[in-house]
């Protein structure tokens, strides 16, 4: 490999002997942390490791093309290349495999993710944006398996946007006028996966800047390539997408991962084309290497061959890139072995100074709790029991705070019944512990700013003499179309949501008044519409993302679990994605499309706010609410709704419905009968017969699940009533189980209870097709009535007979 006259058009010849041995000296330094890392792992200092040694001087040449404004959509081998721009230290590293919980020392995620996770900070202080145009980015890792690439689409596509819509001012904070590259990167086993399919060919619809880098190793933990891809080549068979002169597509290059001046041409292209063009672009990096195998659960060593293991050592790239700068005089190989001492000392140090400042407030911790243990033993009659957990604890060189915590909850039991000043300042000295510990690992689920969803006021529906009745699906295109006027980030996007204005009409004529950037038809690809819709998000634009109907949310159920809610969580508040999902469901007939998952979506999407509305004006009052938010959430709009006529309210986009607030519909005084969207219709129908027999129910709405009642309403219903009957489509332990729990448990309101609680849901099946398979697969009206009869039956058999 022979130097160029002109190797890139950013080193000019008189610096590039600094530019590349400055590289050189990051290689180094992120293989020296790599290996010492491993070592942290194996001595038991850190839980697990999985490193980016072998995929160093691609990296290098990225980290050249990447500029201010730009984003990172990656995953955990991309060490080399935080470090190139400038985002991660030798400390910032060891501090993340030791899972420091202070943002200052580890910043990428306050120890919530393994190391090799990284992420910048797009939020300030408060939760408020920083300039994201003046800083380089990387959006939030995530360990599943390509879940990285969906986010990749969207932050793409903010490009695209902020390059094309005028009304959005051109000082904005987050573009320079759609100039910025979003750059993704995948192990060449993970291409296998559909998240990479589905936005590999997504990007190639919308031609956004997009560069994905495919680090390939031949390898996929133990699994060669020929199990993982046809022809076992990505670019291979990627081939079709290239694009020519007869129609859109990809640039793809494909480029040896140790030939460092290829890298840089190779980066330097991929930039220049997406950056200036808007194509998308792959850049196949083959024959890499990964000289530690998968992670510190295993070794390389017994799955490959003797002659791989040697080929390997002889094209690492780090050793490739030593012997370019001897044989092309820009360093001695004494001045290489110099350089590399100074570099281990440095990662050692820097190794040492990250432990210190974990371990150091943990043994601060550790001894304070040992002064309050040794004056509950000095009193306790259980001294003999007391002082070895002490001394234990004490003997500790390298505590966590499990054995803090574990040993001052032991001594506490060993202490129940006796009486001691002694005892309840070790229990004061606990709960002060806890309260300032526990958050360390649990706070930031919601945003902590002044715009979250639960600070937003409510604004009530305005009537006037001439609100007129309408289809409510009238209600919320004409809201839609106040939103869109008063926020030019504003932006929606779903299959049929476009030309056709949704399947419902509820974007009627949207496309056409806004243009096709702001309201756009996809493909039937649900996992990259959430994709988009998160991406477009962490970029300061305000999208909403169509699924058509609430069952094909299991499409992309997993980007909203793993990705989408747990991005304020795994970042402890330092990035979001205010994406709005839009979706309608409820009472649909058939198998696959009346499902009403709501159990499994609740459990699996902590993080995100699942807003569950009985009508239209409910439902616009809630999109009003969310723009007002820095929150993300899903919103169920009731399908069999759009045709039912409600009063048009005359402040559009301003009326707000509140998140967390549940509403009463009937006054009742016998059962409390909760429930929430389309079947509170059938209760409210249920509601007429059961007064006739003399039973007087009380409805009240959930409005939205997650959260869940702030203002514990519900109890106070219970109160009165006395009796409490949850109805639910979803199946038998779905959400009717969590609303229970909450209201009995959380709430208390079995104080209250004459009678016992119940649930009253669909059956364990699919609903059958037709409405005689809706009559039988889920709660009806003569259901409920016969439920609700039952109960008060058993409470006033005489009053109520059978």
Request: hydrophobic share 35%; aromatic share 8%.
């Amino acid at each position: 490999m022979q130097a160029t006259e002109n190797p890139t058009v950013s080193l000019k010849k008189e610096d590039f002997k600094n530019e590349v041995l400055k590289d050189y000296k990051i290689a180094v330094t992120s293989r020296e942390c790599s290996l010492l890392g491993r070592r942290e792992v194996l001595t038991g200092k850190a839980k697990f490791g999985i490193f980016g040694d072998g995929k160093e001087l691609p990296q290098l040449a990225w980290a050249r093309a990447f500029e201010n404004g730009d984003f990172r959509s990656g995953y955990y081998r991309d060490q080399t290349f935080m470090m190139a721009i400038g985002e991660l230290t030798i400390e910032q590293f060891f501090a993340g495999l030791y899972a420091n919980t202070d943002i200052k020392e580890e910043p990428m995620s306050a120890g919530r993710q393994m190391g090799g996770h990284f992420a910048t900070h797009s939020l300030d202080e408060k939760g408020n944006w920083k300039r994201l145009i003046d800083q380089k980015n990387s959006s939030s890792d995530i360990s599943p398996t390509a879940g990285q690439m969906p986010r990749l689409l969207g932050l793409a596509q903010a490009s695209k946007v902020y390059r094309h819509n005028d009304l959005i001012p051109a000082d904005n904070g987050f573009s320079n006028k759609g100039n910025e590259v979003a750059w993704g990167t995948i192990g060449n086993a993970s291409t296998s996966e559909g998240h990479f399919w589905e936005t590999f060919n997504a990007a190639g619809v919308l031609q956004v800047p997009m560069v994905i880098s495919v680090w390939d190793d031949d390898y996929g933990i133990s699994v060669h390539a020929r199990h993982q891809t046809t022809k076992e080549s990505i670019s291979k068979i990627q081939a079709g997408f290239q694009r020519n002169e007869d129609g859109k597509g990809y640039e793809i290059i494909v480029v040896k991962g140790w030939d460092y001046v290829a890298l840089v041409e190779a980066y330097e292209k991929a930039s220049k084309i997406a950056r200036e063009e808007h194509v998308p672009v792959m850049i196949h990096v083959d024959e890499l290497t990964q000289p530690q195998g998968h992670s510190t659960s295993g070794s390389h060593e017994r799955y490959k061959d003797e002659e791989r293991l040697a080929w390997e050592v002889e094209y690492d790239c780090n050793a490739q890139f030593r012997k370019w700068l001897i044989e092309n005089d820009f360093a001695t190989d004494d001045e290489l072995s110099a350089l590399e001492k100074d570099i281990k000392k440095e990662v050692r140090n820097g190794k040492k100074a990250a432990w210190t400042a974990f371990i150091n407030p943990i043994l601060k911790e550790r001894d304070e709790a040992v002064q309050h243990l040794e004056k509950v033993a000095n009193v306790s009659d259980n001294q003999v029991f007391i002082q070895p957990l002490i001394s234990k604890l004490k003997e500790t060189k390298e505590p966590i705070r499990k054995e803090v915590f574990e040993t001052i909850k032991q001594t506490l039991r060993y202490t129940i019944g006796e009486n001691h000043d002694e005892i309840d300042q070790l229990k004061a000295f606990l709960s002060d512990y806890e309260s300032t510990i526990q958050p360390k690992y649990s706070d930031y689920l919601f945003s902590k700013s002044d715009k979250a969803v639960v600070n937003i006021q409510a604004v009530d529906p305005v009537y006037n003499e001439e609100s007129n009745e309408v289809d409510a699906r009238v209600i919320m295109r004409d809201n839609f179309d106040a939103l869109f006027a008063a926020h030019p980030e504003v932006m929606v996007f779903g299959e049929d949501a476009g030309e056709i204005g949704d399947v419902n009409q509820g974007l009627e004529g949207m496309q056409e008044k806004y243009g096709e950037l702001r309201v756009s038809d996809t493909g039937i690809r649900e996992a990259t519409i959430l994709g988009q819709g998160i991406g477009l998000a962490m970029r300061g634009l305000r999208p909403i993302a169509e699924i058509q109907y609430l069952d094909y949310l299991l499409y992309c159920l997993q980007i909203m679990s793993d990705d989408l809610a747990t991005v304020q969580y795994r970042t402890a508040g330092k990035q979001k994605a205010p994406v709005i999902i839009r979706t309608r469901g409820h009472r649909l007939e058939g198998i696959w499309h009346s499902g009403s998952p709501m159990g499994g979506i609740i459990n699996l999407v902590r993080g995100i706010h699942v807003l569950v509305p009985r009508n239209m004006t409910k439902a616009a009052g809630f999109y009003n609410t969310l723009m007002a938010s820095d929150e993300p959430a899903l919103i169920v709009e009731c399908l069999n709704g759009y045709r039912l006529k409600e009063k048009l309210p005359v402040n559009l986009g301003e009326f707000r419905t509140p998140v967390g607030v549940v509403e009463t519909i009937k006054t009742g005084s016998d059962i409390t009968v909760v429930s929430y969207g389309s079947t509170l219709r059938i209760i409210e129908e249920a509601a007429v017969e059961l007064e006739r027999v003399g039973i007087d129910i009380e409805i009240i709405d959930i409005q939205s699940l997650l959260p869940f009642d702030l203002n514990h309403d519900i109890v106070k219903s219970v109160q009165n009533t006395n009796r409490l009957l949850v109805i639910d489509e979803d199946v038998p332990g779905g959400a009717s189980a969590f609303i229970l729990q909450k209201i009995v448990d959380e709430q208390n309101a079995w104080r209250y209870l004459d009678s016992k609680p119940q649930c009253l849901s669909a059956r364990a099946h699919r609903p059958a097709y037709s409405t005689d398979g809706d009559y039988f697969s889920k709660p009806s009206k003569d259901d409920i009535f016969d439920k609700v009869y039952e109960i008060m039956h058993e409470a006033m058999p005489a009053r109520y007979p059978r």
